[in-house]
């Protein structure tokens, strides 16, 4: 059986890649992928934790569900959002989408 | 090193590498396409985790829905002949702090050690988790249930054209 450190490393580099992307990339939507990721490695983790630590409560795999559902939720919101920000400023890049900073 | 291990390692290379290609990739469509390919195979690594319904949900929910939501915002939100960059001026900030966290993470986790390690693996059935689902945690499925169906409405009034637009 593969120990439980290989999944958690995964979920790292992972979970590092996603906020690569959040923090490096311009446009919403490439934010949004990245957010994804972050929200996959967070899931491995959940499972992973609930497989091999506590396999009777599996409390993880519920919250795992739970993820799965909100980052539906959010992702059909957040692609509304920046549908209305493409039509009120013409891009989708959040670096440009500035009108509060002074 | 077990056919498992050589799974593993496959899955996981296959998911590291999609996850490199979402967020270096210099084509936005190419991010996407490589976001499936990552989100596909997390879903593998759920099954080695024995989760197979998760894995199918991942499939269903991440493959289906959302990869087409997102294309589908690329697809309306493209500049169009305004080749811009991608990445913003604090790229190298980003690396740094992210391999940072990534480094700290491994350290934290490869030097504690974990009860259980050597266990044989548990298969939780799906009667299992749907009773647990609809027992123990009844009250966060009706809430989840509510707010996806406010991100719908909400989704919607947001996405509208107005009138006089």
Known sequence: MIPIDRFLILSAILFGLGMYGVLARRSAVLILMSVELMLQAVSINFIAFAVYLSPVAFTGIIFAIFVITIAAAEVGLALAIILRLYRNKATANVDEADTMKW | ?165
């Open chain 2, 1 to 165: 090193m077990t056919y498992e291990e050589v799974i593993f390692y496959v899955v996981a290379a296959v998911t590291v590498v999609g996850a490199l290609g979402v967020v270096t990739a210099r084509n936005i469509v190419h991010s996407a396409l490589f976001l499936i390919v990552s989100l596909l195979a997390v879903a593998g690594v759920f099954i080695l985790l024995a989760a197979e319904f998760l894995a199918i949900v991942q499939v269903l929910i991440y493959g289906g829905a959302v990869t087409i939501l997102v294309l589908f915002a690329l697809m309306l939100t493209r500049v169009r002949d305004l080749p811009t960059a991608l990445d913003g001026p604090q790229r190298p900030f980003a690396a740094l702090a992210a391999g940072a966290f990534m480094g700290i993470t491994i350290l934290a986790m490869t030097t504690t050690t974990w009860p259980g390690e050597t266990e044989e693996i548990h298969v939780i059935s799906l009667k299992e988790i749907g009773n647990a689902l609809f027992t123990t945690w009844a009250i966060p499925f009706e809430i989840a249930s509510l707010v996806l169906m406010v991100a719908l409405v909400g989704a919607i009034v947001l996405a509208r054209e107005e009138e006089g637009e």
